[in-house]
């Protein structure tokens, strides 16, 4: 048997005979009952700390002899130190009274008891454990992964003295800008169906359940057939129903007006009392946006707060596994997940709930560098010492930090058909894949419809530490289109890992040899009519020269010597954004025949990249 499973074996054993379970449903401050599940130890010898996850995913399992199964994750050496466990269910999900909305509104003046949000919430669960719970020490900390990373910012909120430190983790902040269903204003349609319609999740909950609530399985497993069969958005809407209410409400608001600001997570994050540790995944596919922007959103609005943050080279939520070595095809060197518990994490919580331990040896920020391999402590990030470099598209597939002098402009031209659009990933698939983030984009460099710009091989390594900035001089035919830009590291054609098994039964993937590999390190889409503005689109007038410049989300990666660096430029990404029609109309409300061809011109030398680069 092999150790891991033995150990998860014995910690079952363990966890069974050393906790016990109680399930409580408490009232909140309008009289609303929001359900728990409380998860305490046996020992009576000293007081323990909380630590509570809110959740809209369920508390289950459901049963008083029936157990989470912490044991599976490094969550049980929190149960190993005397932790007491708390789960809950959020407003109007699964076992908890009310009625559910997706990322409420933070209300800023509360006037009365039916001012309530997921701030408020927190506060009267929190109140009610330290009062009610045995033997607690009267510290709480607050974590979560994704939507459980929304309800800890807003933990993070409610101001109860008693919570001491909370870790947003790959947080929900702006599902317009760059978390989940939208990046930049651009509709993504595999998550967004996937989440409500397949998963199930926008259905009603009249009543307390534990239950789930009934999915939906598409009749074509190919999700870029059925994507393009289904065609334009507004099919999907039909597919998803009235019942849908926030995927309906999504319909019914395509620019980022006040009611997407309302749910803008990051709006207000000021006074922050607790401790923070924000930490997200370098790739990943959910919310690459959510934990650096997060981060960089408390710093500036409430600078005196103690916050931290941490990313990895992780997919969503990949902290949390046992296994953190590699992602895809690409290997990270170390099981990054362990590290992160022992050296990070478990860390934070001990020193802050308990009072044991030192965070001296944990700096402001702590960074992985993929490329390179290896941790990094800052005082900040991005880091003092990153320099904005530009570096050139230039003609006949080239790129340089040097720009081309010429008197004469000149531009690479392709053609954008919503017939045929680009797919985001080589294989065919199901569901979304979260592995599309280290990609190889070879596939995609050998269409027509793909620009690729790439540079002489390095003598030397580059850091990038920062976000990335797509500055790009175009000109359409027609008046919208998408930009999606990739940023890739080039690996030399005789690269591979010296013990790889090609043949290999159990993964194939992983163990493919990587010779040429072009790996995305980060990509990247724009609507193009929000270039000035998520508020006020603007068609594109053809032929005119129009820039469009936009930030891709953070990078920290190193290209090492003998690498290559590699950027492409296409108009679709499919299906995991939803096409556009290429035309300035309401694309959520566009009909099959609103789709046209486009003729879309990169004008060289003009448009670049800026780099975050450190010496």
């Not at 927190?122 to 709480?140: A, H, M, P, Q, S």
């Not at 807003?154 to 599902?175: I, Q």
């Amino acid at each position: 048997m092999p150790f891991f499973v033995s150990a998860q074996n014995a910690d079952s054993t363990w966890f069974v005979n050393n906790y016990t379970k109680r399930e409580v449903s408490i009232p909140m401050r309008d009289g609303v009952k929001l359900f728990v599940s409380i998860y305490a130890p046996k020992d009576q010898t000293e007081k323990h700390p909380i630590l509570m996850e809110r959740t809209p995913y369920s508390c289950w399992p459901y049963g008083k002899t029936q157990f989470q199964p912490y044991w599976a994750t490094h969550l049980i050496e929190y149960c190993k130190k005397g932790y007491i466990m708390v789960t809950q269910d959020v407003r109007g999900r699964w076992m908890s009274e009310g009625v559910f909305a997706d990322v409420r509104p933070f209300v800023f003046n509360k006037k009365g008891k039916q001012d309530i949000d997921e701030a408020s919430d927190t506060y009267d669960t929190i109140d009610w454990l330290v009062k009610n719970v045995e033997n607690n020490n009267g510290k709480v900390g607050v974590f979560g992964i994704s939507y459980p990373g929304f309800y800890s910012t807003m933990a993070a909120l409610s101001g109860h003295p008693a919570l001491k430190a909370v870790s947003p983790e790959a947080p929900v902040t702006d599902w317009f800008v760059g978390d989940d269903f939208h990046h930049n204003g651009a509709f993504f349609q595999m998550d967004a169906f996937g989440f409500y319609k397949q998963g199930g999740f926008g259905q009603p909950h009249p009543r307390p359940t534990t239950q789930p609530a009934p999915g939906y399985d598409p009749p074509i497993h190919d999700s870029y057939k059925f994507f393009l069969t289904e065609g334009a958005v507004s099919n999907l809407t039909k597919l998803v129903g009235d019942s849908m209410l926030f995927w309906n409400q999504m319909m019914a608001h395509p620019n980022r007006d006040d009611w997407w600001m309302a749910r803008n997570a990051r709006v207000g994050v000021k006074d922050v009392k607790p401790a923070m540790l924000v930490v997200g995944g370098l790739f990943d596919a959910e919310d690459c946006f959510g934990a650096w922007n997060m981060y960089k959103a408390i710093d500036k609005q409430s600078p005196a707060t103690n916050n931290r943050l941490v990313m990895g080279p992780w997919y969503h939520g990949q902290w949390r596994s046992n296994d953190g070595t590699h992602l895809g095809n690409v290997q990270f060197g170390s099981n990054t997940s362990l590290w992160y518990a022992d050296h990070v994490e478990i860390p934070f919580f001990e020193f802050y709930l308990r009072g044991k331990g030192s965070l001296d040896s944990l700096s402001k920020v702590t960074m992985f560098f993929s490329g390179e391999n290896k941790w990094h402590q800052l005082a900040q990030w991005p880091p003092a010492d990153a320099q904005a470099t530009d570096i050139y598209l230039q003609k006949n597939g080239k790129l340089s930090f040097d720009a081309a002098t010429t008197d004469k402009p000149l531009a690479d031209t392709y053609i954008s058909d919503p017939a045929k659009p680009v797919p985001y990933t080589e294989a065919v698939h199901f569901n979304r894949t979260r592995n599309y983030m280290t990609d190889d984009q070879r596939f995609a460099a050998r269409r027509t419809d793909v620009l690729a710009y790439e540079t002489d091989t390095l003598t030397k390594d580059l850091n990038l530490a920062g976000p990335v900035i797509a500055d790009l001089l175009v000109s359409l035919s027609n008046t919208d289109a998408d930009f999606v830009v990739k940023l890739i590291d080039v690996f030399p054609d005789n690269a591979g890992y010296a013990d790889v098994d090609i043949y290999s039964e159990k993964d194939p993937v992983l163990h493919s040899p990587k010779g040429g590999y072009q790996m995305l390190v980060r990509g990247e889409i724009m609507r193009g009519r929000y270039r000035n503005s998520y508020s006020n689109p603007e068609a594109f007038e053809p032929g005119k020269p129009t820039q469009v410049k936009f930030a891709l989300p953070d990078v920290a990666h190193t290209f090492k010597k003998g690498h290559r660096i590699m950027v492409q430029i296409q108009s679709s990404w499919f299906p995991l954004v939803d096409r556009n029609p290429q035309q300035f109309i309401d694309i959520y409300h566009a009909k099959d025949e609103d789709f046209v061809k486009e003729t879309i011109n990169v004008y060289l030398n003009q448009s670049k990249l800026i780099l975050p680069i450190i010496k």
